[in-house]
């Protein structure tokens, strides 16, 4: 064989080596992987904080079984709402690597200063981890990062939706509740006056009715429906704050049954998001309910719990009185 045949050869070996490297089948990027956080177990979980893009924040953590917000006094969360969450983040792998590449971590929403949501994690042996949520790429696909760790992957198994920072996705928001038929009196005072309605037998009435007055019970029953079920935004802790302007409410709602009196206070409202402040003498938590809310007790007037008067046609005659 002459050199040329035989270095014409060589090339030949190392082109079929070459390509043989490049198109031997491979497992799958999407196939394998490890657990993106190997010490994570959901069960070991005792506390976890959660913040958004906006720089709001909510912490949950475990007191004894219980899980409670600890920057709310303690007030109890449904660990039936929580549970899931941490099951979804267990199940979060390495098996869809993305980038390895820090420059790319803001474009992905999944950077320390700029991501869509942060899970701060800490661990009953008080082990901590990071978890970014950052940005999605399609159906089944939000990257993740652990830690400061460089590597972003893909998920299907967790998403920003997941991690919300709002309270009233982790409570039961019934706050106060009277069954509507064991009610026998209510009485509303706002700005506008005070309002008593007692129930005679099966009717209820306003006191005070004066002679062409007539009482408009179904106005009174949509507030007999509102003032006995009462849910809130967000619980505020168990210490009273001269800012929740309680000493001067806006309006106070009292509630008679055969055996017991039950009272909500209704105080300030928030310039932020329009919330009101209210108490339950049922209750030692502040909290804060929704507008539409409040507004159904401290703007209700007294005109509006009468049936307005007849109207007479322009140039028709009052048929005379029998």
Do not use: C
Request: aromatic share 8%.
């Amino acid at each position: 064989m002459s050199k040329l045949n035989q270095i014409l050869a060589i090339t030949l070996v190392v082109q079929v080596v070459l390509a043989a490297f490049v198109f031997w089948p491979r497992p799958a990027a999407s196939s394998g992987g490890g657990p993106l956080l190997p010490d994570y177990k959901a069960a070991d979980v005792t506390r976890l904080t959660i913040s958004d893009s906006e720089g709001k924040t909510l912490a949950l953590a475990k007191n004894g079984e219980n899980w409670v917000l600890p920057e709310a006094g303690d007030f109890p969360a449904d660990a039936a709402k929580i549970t899931p969450l941490l099951d979804k983040i267990e199940k979060v792998r390495t098996n869809r690597l993305v980038t390895q590449t820090e420059g790319s971590h803001a474009r992905l929403k999944v950077a320390a200063a700029d991501f869509n949501s942060l899970l701060e994690i800490g661990l009953k042996d008080g082990a901590g981890h990071k978890l970014y949520v950052g940005s999605s790429a399609g159906a089944s696909a939000t990257h993740v990062r652990a830690d400061d760790r460089p590597e972003v992957y893909l998920t299907g198994d967790l998403t920003s939706f997941d991690a919300n920072v709002q309270a009233s996705a982790w409570i039961n928001t019934l706050y106060f509740t009277v069954p509507q038929t064991a009610t026998t009196g209510l009485t509303l005072e706002n700005a506008n006056g005070t309002f008593e309605f007692v129930k005679e037998g099966e009717t209820w009435t306003l006191k005070g009715l004066k002679a062409g007055e007539t009482f408009n019970e179904n106005n009174f029953t949509s507030l007999l429906s509102q003032a006995g079920g009462i849910n809130m935004s967000e619980p505020l802790g168990q210490t009273a704050e001269a800012a929740y302007g309680l000493d001067k409410p806006l309006a106070t709602v009292t509630l008679k049954t055969t055996d017991k009196t039950y009272t909500l206070t209704i105080g300030v409202k928030s310039d932020e998001d329009n919330s009101y402040v209210v108490k339950s003498s049922e209750s030692p938590y502040y909290v804060r309910v929704a507008e539409f809310t409040a507004q159904s007790f401290t703007d209700k007037k007294r005109d509006d719990f009468l049936q307005p008067p007849p109207t007479t046609e322009p140039g028709a005659e009052a048929t005379p009185a029998p």
